[in-house]
Each structure stands twice: as structure tokens, then as C-alpha cells.
């Protein structure tokens, strides 16, 4: 079982950047896929990005975010450049073991929003 605690949301202006955190507690960190989801106001929760070996992005925010992991202090992090107003949201991480569908784990969200 892991525990996520996202943190690093605010406001910002268009173009402006934001690095998210999601610090992670439990055991076997290494083994789960991270995985970064935006809800906005009267819109479906989205996938953005998530990691592993490798990297997904869903295609709004590529070249404009960058996902990463430090295995050693049990975080992710979501570097956001140029961001605009529509990336206005909730940011949640999420947790799945690897090969398992379904995100099991959820942090509690942290806000984003960009003024125009």
C-alpha cells in the first residue's frame, strides 16, 4: 500500500511554470507506476502523464511538461512550462503496480490555476 501527498500547486500567469510533488510512503516505491490526473470544473479527471520505465504524455501537454521520478526520496514530480489557461485544474498523482490496470492510490489534489 503507498500513501501520496501532492503539493506545489498555486496560481500563476500564462506562460508561467509550476513544479508538482507527490511524496509517496510505503513500501516498494520503485514498483509503481506514478501516474498525474487534472480535473477541471464541469470536465472529466484526465490522464497527463505518468511514469515507469518510461514516460507517457497525453498530447496537451507535450513539450510543455516533463515527469520524473527520484526513487530515493519517494517522489514524482511534474515540471509544467508555459502554461496556459487551460491547464486550470486539480492535479492528483495516483498509484498502480506495475502491470495492474486500475489506480489504486489517490493523493488528496492540489490546485492549479493560471490567469489569462
Known amino acids: 500500500q503507498v500513501h501520496l501527498v501532492e503539493s506545489g500547486g498555486g496560481l500563476v500567469q500564462t506562460g508561467g511554470s509550476l513544479r508538482l510533488s507527490c511524496a509517496a510512503s510505503?513500501?516498494?516505491?520503485?514498483?509503481?507506476?506514478i501516474g498525474w490526473f487534472r480535473q477541471a470544473p464541469g470536465k472529466e479527471r484526465e490522464l497527463v502523464a505518468h511514469?515507469?520505465?518510461?514516460?507517457y504524455y497525453a498530447d496537451s501537454v507535450k513539450g510543455r511538461f516533463t515527469i520524473s521520478r527520484d526513487n530515493a526520496k519517494s517522489t514524482v514530480y511534474l515540471q509544467m512550462n508555459s502554461l496556459k489557461p487551460e491547464d486550470t485544474a486539480v492535479y492528483y498523482c495516483?498509484?498502480?503496480?506495475?502491470?495492474?490496470?486500475?489506480?489504486?492510490?489517490w493523493g488528496q489534489g492540489t490546485q492549479v490555476t493560471v490567469s489569462s
Open positions: 495516483a498509484a498502480r503496480l506495475a502491470g495492474i490496470i486500475d489506480w489504486n492510490y
Open positions: 510505503g513500501r516498494s516505491f520503485s514498483s509503481y507506476t
Open positions: 511514469i515507469n520505465w518510461s514516460t
